[in-house]
């Protein structure tokens, strides 16, 4: 008669205990099988003969007989989840693979529509090559989702997604995948200014809402924790922040809050993987003062698994629309405010509010574009240099936006070709400063060191 071990009740006690768990069963020919244990509901093995069978919560059943010498568990985490810093830090030096599958034409999503050419395996090895441990997948739903047929999402947009997603997995990187344009200006269907406006768009916008991050969640739902679901981009109602959101009583503040927590309640109730998974909250337009001021922290069912999202291209005449050349205390051509010390001043603020109290956060974009003369790309580098070091010293990942654009001046992010992933003008210099003010811990290097070695005035 054979001895039969159950030993589902140590698997149950392991997934209470711990996410991203990898039970290993070793064959006699001495391959592997790996099945992640939140996607398991039992395990039968019978010790005498080598039998094991693995009941999947999905109802698909594994039978091993007679070829099993080993059953074990392995922990694979993609994070150093000890405290806030260590989280952030995991994600470290960041990458947008921005105006990729965020991008849309006439409501329409499509990947190549603003002229990047499709990604593939070989930009995403060479991102890892280059030093970068998170991309951001920025990804615009709209125009692929059903609103006939409880808002389906195209089975080709979330395969090409999965792909994506993939490519980083592969290469060892963590991914961020998120609703981006589909909030934009509040001009499609994720719009928070009908929402303050109508309690009833508010209402179908809140089940779509829940419908789109179900599909997403449960399509993901066995992957591990190097995937961390983004719940929006920079939703405001058109006035990035500076409209009716500053005399409506904190109602915009509120929507957003309520739609944060219902997020996270759709994407936990999948279970398996997204129980534990890793998520990422915006506050008002991603604004770092907004965020400080206004952000309510969602409930959730497991702790220290969420992260506060904030954007920073300070000050935007500079590091954005290209008005001025030239940055911090040695230049001339200077915007009115933003310099170094505003920097500084912006990113305690938002330590004290976030880190100081054990709640990871990263900037899900930053950056400064491109110019078109040596002397103006040496402030360029400076800033980068400056900001992200400032980032890092704080306790943030810090993740740059990247357009692909090769042209300079307004919006030309790019820095990495999105289907080479070659660098773009003088990308490698970027990818080497980012790389430099992340990641040396030398001690002599330093935001006065940085501050010290500032480029001269000049056109």
Same mark, same amino acid.
């Given at each position: 008669?054979?001895?039969?071990?159950?030993?589902?009740?140590?698997?149950?006690?392991?997934?209470?205990?711990?996410?991203?768990?990898?039970?290993?069963?070793?064959?006699?020919?001495?391959?592997?099988?790996?099945? @992640?244990?939140?996607?398991? #509901?039992?395990?039968?093995?019978?010790?005498?003969?080598?039998?094991?069978?693995?009941?999947?919560?999905?109802?698909?059943?594994? =039978?091993?007989?007679? @070829?099993?010498?080993?059953?074990?568990?392995?922990?694979?985490?993609?994070? +150093?989840?000890?405290?806030?810093?260590?989280?952030?830090?995991?994600?470290?030096?960041?990458?947008?693979?921005?105006?990729?599958?965020?991008? =849309?034409?006439?409501?329409?999503?499509?990947?190549?529509?603003?002229?990047?050419?499709?990604?593939?395996? =070989?930009?995403?090895?060479?991102?890892?090559? $280059?030093?970068?441990?998170?991309?951001?997948?920025?990804?615009?739903?709209?125009?692929?989702?059903?609103?006939?047929?409880?808002?389906?999402?195209?089975?080709?947009?979330?395969?090409?997604?999965?792909?994506?997603?993939?490519?980083?997995?592969?290469?060892?990187?963590?991914?961020?995948?998120?609703?981006?344009?589909?909030?934009?200006?509040?001009?499609?269907?994720?719009?928070?200014?009908?929402?303050?406006?109508? /309690?009833?768009?508010?209402?179908?916008?809140?089940?779509?809402?829940?419908?789109?991050?179900?599909?997403?969640?449960?399509?993901?739902?066995?992957?591990?924790?190097?995937?961390?679901?983004?719940?929006?981009?920079?939703?405001?109602?058109?006035?990035?922040?500076?409209?009716?959101?500053?005399?409506?009583?904190?109602?915009?503040?509120?929507?957003?809050?309520?739609?944060?927590?219902?997020?996270?309640?759709?994407?936990?109730?999948?279970?398996?993987?997204?129980?534990?998974?890793?998520?990422?909250?915006?506050?008002?337009?991603?604004?770092? &003062?907004?965020?400080?001021?206004?952000?309510?922290? /969602?409930?959730?069912?497991?702790?220290?698994?969420?992260?506060?999202?904030?954007?920073?291209?300070?000050?935007?005449?500079?590091?954005?629309?290209?008005?001025?050349?030239?940055?911090?205390?040695?230049?001339?051509?200077?915007?009115?405010?933003?310099?170094?010390?505003?920097? +500084?001043?912006?990113?305690?603020?938002?330590?004290? *509010?976030?880190?100081? =109290?054990?709640?990871?956060?990263?900037?899900?974009?930053?950056?400064?574009?491109?110019?078109?003369?040596?002397? *103006? &790309?040496?402030?360029?580098?400076?800033?980068? &240099?400056?900001?992200?070091?400032?980032?890092?010293?704080?306790?943030?990942?810090?993740?740059?936006?990247?357009?692909? #654009?090769?042209?300079?001046?307004?919006?030309?992010?790019?820095?990495?070709?999105?289907?080479?992933?070659?660098?773009?003008?003088?990308?490698? +210099?970027?990818?080497?400063?980012?790389?430099?003010? $992340?990641?040396?811990?030398?001690?002599?290097?330093?935001?006065?060191?940085?501050?010290?070695?500032? /480029? /001269?005035?000049?056109?």
């Amino acid at each position: 008669m054979n001895k039969y071990l159950l030993f589902a009740l140590g698997l149950n006690l392991a997934l209470s205990a711990t996410a991203q768990n990898k039970m290993q069963v070793t064959l006699s020919d001495g391959n592997i099988e790996e099945f @992640n244990t939140s996607s398991i #509901s039992n395990v039968q093995f019978y010790k005498d003969n080598n039998n094991c069978t693995i009941t999947l919560k999905n109802g698909t059943i594994k =039978q091993y007989d007679g @070829n099993v010498s080993h059953i074990g568990f392995k922990k694979q985490t993609a994070f +150093d989840a000890t405290n806030a810093r260590t989280i952030s830090y995991s994600m470290g030096l960041g990458w947008n693979l921005g105006n990729q599958m965020d991008a =849309q034409n006439n409501g329409v999503s499509c990947e190549t529509c603003w002229g990047n050419q499709e990604t593939n395996q =070989q930009v995403f090895d060479k991102l890892k090559e $280059y030093g970068f441990s998170t991309i951001r997948i920025p990804v615009t739903w709209m125009g692929h989702i059903d609103d006939n047929n409880n808002y389906k999402i195209e089975d080709a947009w979330m395969n090409r997604v999965d792909e994506i997603v993939t490519y980083a997995e592969k290469a060892g990187l963590k991914a961020i995948i998120n609703l981006h344009h589909d909030g934009a200006d509040s001009q499609y269907w994720l719009s928070i200014k009908q929402a303050a406006a109508d /309690p009833n768009a508010k209402a179908k916008i809140e089940k779509k809402i829940a419908a789109v991050w179900k599909q997403i969640a449960e399509h993901f739902k066995e992957r591990g924790d190097f995937l961390i679901f983004e719940s929006f981009n920079e939703i405001h109602d058109g006035d990035w922040g500076y409209g009716a959101n500053l005399n409506d009583g904190g109602k915009q503040y509120g929507i957003l809050n309520e739609w944060n927590q219902l997020f996270v309640d759709v994407v936990r109730s999948t279970g398996y993987e997204n129980k534990y998974r890793y998520l990422g909250i915006p506050g008002y337009s991603t604004n770092p &003062e907004h965020t400080k001021n206004y952000l309510v922290m /969602p409930k959730d069912v497991v702790e220290n698994r969420i992260l506060v999202a904030v954007h920073c291209y300070d000050p935007y005449d500079y590091a954005t629309a290209c008005k001025f050349n030239e940055w911090g205390h040695t230049g001339k051509d200077l915007a009115e405010w933003g310099e170094e010390g505003s920097i +500084d001043w912006t990113f305690n603020y938002l330590k004290e *509010r976030f880190i100081d =109290q054990n709640i990871p956060l990263y900037l899900g974009e930053y950056g400064a574009v491109h110019r078109d003369t040596e002397s *103006r &790309e040496r402030f360029r580098l400076y800033y980068l &240099e400056y900001v992200t070091k400032s980032a890092r010293d704080h306790g943030f990942g810090a993740l740059y936006w990247d357009n692909g #654009s090769t042209k300079s001046g307004m919006e030309a992010f790019g820095i990495i070709n999105h289907n080479t992933g070659n660098y773009i003008n003088n990308g490698k +210099d970027v990818v080497d400063v980012l790389r430099k003010a $992340y990641y040396n811990n030398d001690p002599n290097y330093n935001l006065q060191s940085i501050y010290n070695s500032a /480029p /001269p005035a000049g056109n």
